[in-house]
């Protein structure tokens, strides 16, 4: 029985995602990786060549090791385009010196003990930087290469010169049967390892979920005093003219009233307003915190939208403060028709304008462009500030839910917990679309969503 098309794109969409996932939090220990494999691998070849001979030893093999992990170290300074490579570049790295190297170097050693311990040791450190999914990927992918390597070596008839004891020897690499006695601590190994792994990741998953839902609980418990406001705002706007004409008669007749200043009476004119615009603005964050919060699970059943009409409710809704609105350029554009949920597209941009609008105050400058196109099967929405940009080093991982980092809050500028960028990506998946970013740091920040077209909405 053939499996369909779409599960296979799907499965391997899902096993990149997972492989992606373990660069998430790079930037926390990458370095130091990087640092220890750079210097480990030639420093253990005088080791196990010069001090403690094994039977066989390969410099270059360490130094190709070696060249791969430096990079790593300045990824920092790695520039744009090189950037969104970085996931791949940090899974061929591991997949090279943990488990092929290892487990070459184990093989050509005839399974000794000296290498199946550091096998071991190579499976503890994968432990340590992969999740579950990804440590039995690595592991089948570099021994299944490892081993591919081993036969081409071995079926060369190649034999390699020991130094044992003050001796040398010619010795065969073929592991003998005596030599499998390995394989069932390493496989232990494994399944602990991935055991290990799941059970973290499912700690970790129910401690974002308590987050989100305590988040979610406090916000729902602030709606209501926050309504309370903007409505006893409005009413008192509402009355307050009059109030303040009624003062101002009773100023010019001289009644016995207690003074109140000019700039006092003119900013109690603006107050209410203002009052009640801020009640709107915080009620329509909560707004998004709740919708945040409980992700793509509060997106309900799937509708065919108009991209103009999010765009256009999205404007509409969004709380501008003074000034705010003018900072933004849309003009209905190219429409397109898609399979979603006007709310999570409305909160997606919702997410993307207060961000946007927080960089722009940020850098002092800048404005907002939000454009669309449409191709044959697919619509794009583009939503791009000249504001901060954002650093190469934090691109990566803007979309990664509760994601900082030490380098981030020693800077002047605010990057977020990482929640409403995590919802925009989970609820623009939800809907079978892509959402992207491309940013130059100083200069401008771009964000280019993608849904699947079900019909043309014709050129305005």
Not at 38 to 67: K, M, T
Not at 230 to 253: C, D, F, I, M, W
């Amino acid at each position: 029985m053939l499996i369909p098309a779409q599960h296979i794109r799907r499965l391997f969409g899902y096993l990149l995602e997972r492989l992606a996932q373990n660069v998430q939090y790079y930037d926390l220990r990458g370095k130091y990786i990087g640092i220890v494999a750079a210097i480990g691998f030639p420093l253990y070849y005088y080791v196990w060549h010069d001090l403690y001979p094994q039977p066989y030893e390969n410099l270059g093999l360490r130094l190709i090791g070696s060249a791969l992990f430096i990079p790593l170290i300045f990824s920092s300074y790695w520039p744009d385009w090189a950037v969104r490579f970085k996931a791949a570049y940090w899974n061929i790295a591991i997949l090279y010196g943990l488990p092929f190297f290892f487990t070459f170097m184990l093989l050509m050693n005839g399974g000794s003990a000296v290498w199946v311990q550091s096998l071991l040791v190579a499976i503890f450190v994968m432990v340590l930087v992969l999740n579950a999914m990804s440590l039995v990927l690595h592991f089948l992918f570099g021994v299944g290469l490892a081993w591919l390597a081993y036969s081409v070596t071995s079926a060369e008839g190649s034999f390699q010169l020991v130094h044992n004891a003050g001796f040398l020897m010619v010795q065969d690499p073929a592991i003998t049967l005596q030599t499998w006695y390995f394989l069932p601590i390493v496989f232990f190994a494994i399944l602990i390892g991935v055991a290990t792994n799941f059970s973290t990741e499912i700690a970790q998953k129910e401690r974002e979920r308590a987050i989100l839902d305590a988040a979610g609980s406090i916000a729902h418990e602030l709606r209501t005093p926050l309504l309370g406001i903007s409505a006893g705002a409005a009413g008192v706007k509402t009355h307050l003219p009059a109030l303040l004409q009624a003062y101002r008669l009773a100023q010019e007749n001289r009644l016995d009233i207690t003074p109140i200043r000019t700039a006092h009476l003119h900013a109690m004119e603006e107050v209410m307003s203002r009052i009640e615009m801020e009640a709107r603005f915080a009620n329509t964050m909560v707004d998004m915190l709740i919708v945040s919060a409980r992700g793509v699970r509060a997106a309900g059943r799937l509708e065919t939208c108009s991209i103009n009409q999010c765009i256009a409710q999205a404007m509409q809704r969004y709380p501008f403060a003074t000034g705010e609105r003018q900072l933004v350029d849309w003009q209905p554009g190219a429409d397109f028709m898609f399979r979603g949920s006007e709310l999570q597209v409305v909160h997606v941009l919702f997410n993307l304008m207060k961000n946007a609008l927080r960089h722009l105050q940020q850098a002092g400058k800048g404005s907002i462009t939000i454009s669309t196109q449409v191709s044959p099967h697919w619509g794009t929405l583009i939503f791009r500030d000249t504001g901060t940009g954002v650093p190469p080093e934090i691109l990566p991982h803007i979309f990664t839910r509760f994601y900082t980092t030490q380098s981030v809050r020693e800077k002047d500028h605010h990057w977020g917990a990482g929640i409403g960028l995590a919802f925009c990506q989970e609820a623009v998946k939800s809907m079978g679309g892509h959402i992207r970013c491309r940013s130059d740091f100083g200069e401008y920040t771009e964000f280019v969503i993608t849904f699947p077209i079900t019909d043309h909405g014709g050129q305005p």
